[in-house]
């Protein structure tokens, strides 16, 4: 399967089937890339895969594309690229598999490094021999030749080769120019890419919100309605109520409770009265003692005097 990164815009192949956890999937990017597990977003059709579901319940891998996108302008929902064999739609567009850096979406985020690259530099070939010399393919047969013309040749043939080793170089060099800029085209417009299905995620979300507002939003007026008619009602079915006759047996047990209530109301501060008059007299009651108490042994009360005989 075929991961594209979307910060750098590299791509990773995986050797995984529908019974991979994504979880696994996670684990073998974070040793590739170099991201931590908390730190990854994979995202396969603007949906997120969730780490503790496997791949074939996403559809993935036969659904995801198997060949790098080619560079091209994107358009709209994610370009018009497509590969022969990638997604399951056969000839629509490819569907990818996006890898995300989470520290890196936020909006107070830089932008990671700007990757270096190394210069390509044209092979100096090397240096044309000097007329008359024996060189890479020795001597010349015509070298010797009595015509100087004819001693030229052997000059204009090394001048070719030296130009040609020459050209090599420098069509090398432009070679690998070449795939370099290939390679930094293809990885821009995995960039695009990651772009496109980034808002394909949030017009994922927002069309969620949206169904789930307007839910909430029915739900409500119809509550407030039901609400609004019950308290427009409130006082109609209060003066209905003052006016229904109950039947006897519940307006003697209505009256039996309320004199029950009543009596026990009254017989609580009749109990609150006596504790307080009880109260009262043990305030009073301690002088009183003490009188008694000075007037017995000299007055010879019946009761102490009783006693001490005793």
């Known amino acids: 399967m075929l991961i594209l990164i979307a910060h750098n815009g590299k791509t990773i192949e995986l050797d995984c089937d529908g019974n991979t956890r994504v979880d696994v999937v996670l684990q073998a990017l974070s040793s590739l890339t170099g991201l931590a597990l908390n730190d990854q977003l994979l995202i396969f059709c603007g949906q997120k895969l969730e780490p503790s579901k496997t791949l074939g319940s996403h559809g993935l891998p036969q659904a995801a594309g198997v060949a790098a996108p080619e560079g091209g302008a994107t358009s709209g929902g994610g370009g018009d690229d497509t590969d022969a064999g990638g997604g399951s739609g056969g000839g629509g567009k490819a569907q990818h598999v996006f890898l995300y850096c ?9 932008p990671p490094p700007p990757e270096p690259l190394d210069a390509i530099d044209v092979e100096d070939p090397p240096p044309m021999p000097p007329a008359g010399s024996a060189g890479a393919h020795g001597t010349h047969p015509l070298d010797n030749a009595p015509s100087p013309l004819m001693r030229a040749l052997p000059d ?11 050209a090599r170089a420098v069509w090398r060099a432009t070679q ?12 821009m417009h995995v960039q695009a890419l990651a772009i496109d299905s980034a808002r394909d995620n949030v017009d994922l979300h927002f069309s969620y ?4 507002q307007g839910e909430f939003s029915r739900s409500h007026a119809a509550q407030t309605a039901a609400h609004a008619e019950l308290l427009h009602a409130f006082d109609g079915d209060m003066e209905a109520l003052r006016h229904t006759e109950l039947h006897p047996a519940v307006v003697s047990a209505s009256e039996r409770r309320h004199a029950a209530a009543a009596a026990a109301a009254h017989g609580a501060q009749q109990r609150a009265k006596d504790f307080a ?10 002088g009183a ?3 008694v108490a000075i007037s ?3 007055g010879g009360t019946p009761g102490a005097t009783g006693a001490g005989a005793s």
């Open 289 to 291: 003692a003490g009188a």
């Open 102 to 110: 989470k520290s890196l979406l936020r909006p107070d985020a830089q």
């Open 176 to 187: 690998a120019r070449f795939e370099a800029c290939r390679r930094l085209v293809m990885e």
């Open 296 to 298: 017995g042994p000299g």
């Open 209 to 212: 919100i949206c169904r789930y």
């Open 156 to 166: 204009y043939e090394r001048q070719f080769r030296h130009h040609r080793q020459q």
């Open 277 to 286: 008059a009880a109260a009262a007299g043990v305030g009073t009651s301690p």
